[in-house]
């Protein structure tokens, strides 16, 4: 225990000594005089022309998804996935709400980590990309006809869910992990009684082809390690995933008893195709459980949560050949597979080489029983037997590697700040560049599929420092940009991201773009309360309830001047967006209430909650500048007493 934490120690005066040297390099302004003269070509987009990729970077703990064009490093969009959204109303509108419900209540927060697009056959198809929420466990699914967030799936008997949401190779699952083991269900017992008690549940969440929608196939209920990252086989290990593990000690404090006393931790190999099989002829064992899936139907407009209540777990141990454990040095993080499926990368935090293990021995070695122990059932393979090699001193602290396609890896290394370009076969290394600074994960188009588009590399970056204009003590994070078409890689570009960027996901726009010009259809819209012609427009009591049914078009309400409501009502403006051309919005926001302004975009309805607590005259207008006459896109609302008769009228 003594030698570990000095060893720790030691990391950590690493880590000093690293970051202060990269500052150095930065105050000389190297990296700056060496960008060859025809960086700013390369990320050139003329005005009026279109990028080649689309680049979904996670937002870390701003709880959504931004989207950019690759090269340019140009900022399109900010999709709200676990967070309230004022900009148009997404957890503020009534029918977005119950997209943040869970079974802890409404929570309109999480921290986004790692974005990933759906896939066919081991390629990018562009149907939806799937997003994890790290706090209070969750998976949404965004679909990438209308950028919208389709689809919440609370994960239960979990916390942490960190090594998600990674997908098979047809989309079949998508899966959550647990980076905090806890007690299974869960009680109230002394944290001292972790080692044995905890347990790591792994969720293989079945994806319908058609409509995107999530189920929980079942959970593995796994020893109570923590889960850091996963990713899926592919090609000949189609049918397998793989999860990198820490705290396999399963200390219950990670400073007092330090986690990184073993000297290896694992790997877990899980054959989910035998799991499936297994639960499809009644395998399994369903265990009472909580847990919100909430829906966002495009049609009704309209989100609905549900209450589970129950799911299906699988204990390891019952289904023979089904989990490994893959001995892998010093606290893996990243787990990451090559395109052809062959290498499984575990990415030691706490080391400077990397490990890679062979898909092919691993099966061999599974053949022949060869095993080297085993933890709570689960039979230990042989370190030799399964290793491919190693990438030896590659940098210090790799995180995460990414593919181009051509035999290359790109690895990232947090401590000595760089991304490393080796070759996957003969493990060397080709060449290595500075990142400023710090780096997270790295990005390529399709790079951890079976097809990547290895023209560019994006780095996240952890820490700005001097990279951009200051603005107080508080800076963005960044990302670099990096041409990777030649044996050295090439720094283009440095541009700030919103939020904490983890990992990105990134496609051709030609996959994507002719599909994005999205009209909701008037006649289409299913809304309970919608408006569909302005005739239909009126205003409705039901008690101390209100309905206002509303129309926009370019550029009034109708109705919009409201007399008869009073103090103590609840007033729900429904307002369906008449406007049938592609972005033409129009905004609604109402003096006092309680909520964030609404987008609404042509063919949609959507509701807001406005609860009068003074008598007077009090107007609504439009947020959005819609024509020529957008001031005048306004109208009031009259509130009289409680006990005054005065008629509704409008
Ligand atoms: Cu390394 Cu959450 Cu993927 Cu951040 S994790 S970097
Ligand atoms: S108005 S264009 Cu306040 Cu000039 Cu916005
Ligand atoms: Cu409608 Cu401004």
């Known amino acids: 225990m003594k030698r570990s934490i000095n060893s720790l120690l030691m990391f950590a005066i690493l880590a000093g000594i690293f970051t202060s040297c990269n500052n150095g390099k930065s105050n000389k302004n190297g990296d700056r005089g060496a960008l060859s003269s025809n960086a700013a070509e390369k990320v050139y987009v003329a005005p009026g ?36 959204f004022p900009t148009n109303g997404y957890g503020y509108s009534e029918e977005t709400k119950p997209m943040l419900n869970t079974s802890h209540g409404f929570i309109p927060w999480d921290d986004l980590h790692h974005p990933d697009i759906s896939q066919t056959n081991g390629k990018l198809d562009g149907r939806w990309i799937f997003v994890n929420g790290n706090n209070t466990p969750r998976i949404a699914r965004i679909d990438l006809e209308t950028f919208e967030t389709e689809e919440i799936m609370e994960i239960p008997n979990s916390a942490g869910n960190h090594s998600s949401s990674f997908i098979t190779e047809n989309t079949e699952y998508v899966v959550a992990g647990t980076r905090f083991s806890v007690p299974v269900p869960q009680e109230d017992i002394s944290i001292k009684e972790y080692k044995g008690k905890f347990k790591g549940a792994l969720s293989f969440l079945s994806v319908d082809q ?56 694992f790997i877990a190999a899980i054959n989910w195709k035998k799991i499936e099989e297994y639960v499809n002829n009644g395998g399994g064992k369903k265990m009472p459980a909580n847990y919100a899936h909430n829906v966002y139907d495009h049609s009704t407009h309209n989100a609905t949560s549900t209450m589970k209540k129950e799911v299906l777990t699988v204990d390891p141990t019952k289904v023979p050949g089904a989990v490994f454990f893959l001995p892998t040095p010093k606290s893996p993080h990243g787990c990451d597979v090559s395109p052809d499926g062959e290498y499984i990368i575990g990415n030691g935090k706490l080391s400077a080489d990397l490990t890679v293990h062979s898909f092919d021995k691993m099966i061999n070695a599974i053949e022949n029983e060869k095993f080297d ?61 500075p990142n400023y600074y710090s780096v997270g994960h790295v990005m390529i188009p399709g790079g951890n599929s079976a097809e990547p588009f290895g023209k560019y590399a994006v780095s996240m970056n952890k820490i700005t420092k001097d990279r951009y204009l200051p603005t107080g003590p508080e800076l963005e994070h960044s990302a670099q940009l ?111 209430a309680n909520n964030a302004e609404l987008l609404i975009m042509p063919g949609q309805t959507k509701t807001l909650v406005w609860e009068p607590k003074q008598v007077g005259v009090w107007p609504f207008y439009c947020t959005d500048f819609c024509s020529a006459l957008h001031q005048e896109m306004q109208g009031y609302i009259r509130v009289s007493p409680e006990n005054s008769d005065i008629e509704l009228t409008w």
């Open 49 to 84: 022309e279109h990028d080649e990729f689309y680049g979904f970077f996670s937002g870390g703990y701003s709880g959504n998804l931004t989207v950019y064009g690759l090269p340019s490093g140009r900022m399109f969009k900010e999709i709200p996935v676990f967070s309230q």
């Open 482 to 592: 990096f041409d990777i078409t030649g044996d050295k890689m090439e720094l283009l570009l440095d541009f700030p991201t919103h939020g904490e960027p983890h990992y990105a996901a990134g496609i051709p726009a030609d996959i994507l773009a002719p599909k994005s010009k999205k009209i909701f259809k008037l006649e289409n819209n299913k809304h309970e309360y919608a408006t569909l012609t302005s005739d239909e427009a009126r205003v409705e009591r039901d008690g101390k309830e209100v309905h206002i049914y509303m129309s926009m078009i370019r550029s009034h309400f109708t109705p919009d001047n409201i007399e008869g409501i009073k103090v103590g009502d609840k007033v729900y403006f429904h307002i369906t967006n008449h406007e049938q051309d592609f972005d033409v919005p129009h905004g609604f926001a109402m003096i006092g």
């Open 210 to 265: 058609e409509t995107g929608r999530m189920n929980i196939k079942f959970q593995l209920m796994m020893p109570g390690f923590d889960y850091d990252l996963s990713h899926p086989g592919r090609g000949k290990s189609h049918g397998w995933f793989f999860f990198t593990t820490y705290n396999t000690e399963e200390a219950h404090s990670l400073l007092e008893v330090n986690a990184s006393q073993n000297d290896k931790d």
């Open 373 to 433: 122990g085993e933890a709570y059932g689960i039979p230990i393979l042989n370190f030799e037997d399964i290793l491919a090699g190693t990438v030896k001193q590659a940098g210090l602290g790799p995180l995460h590697t990414e593919f181009d396609g051509k035999g290359n890896a790109y690895t990232t290394f947090f401590i000595s700040s760089e991304l490393v370009k080796w070759n996957v076969e003969t493990r060397e290394v080709i060449d290595r560049q």
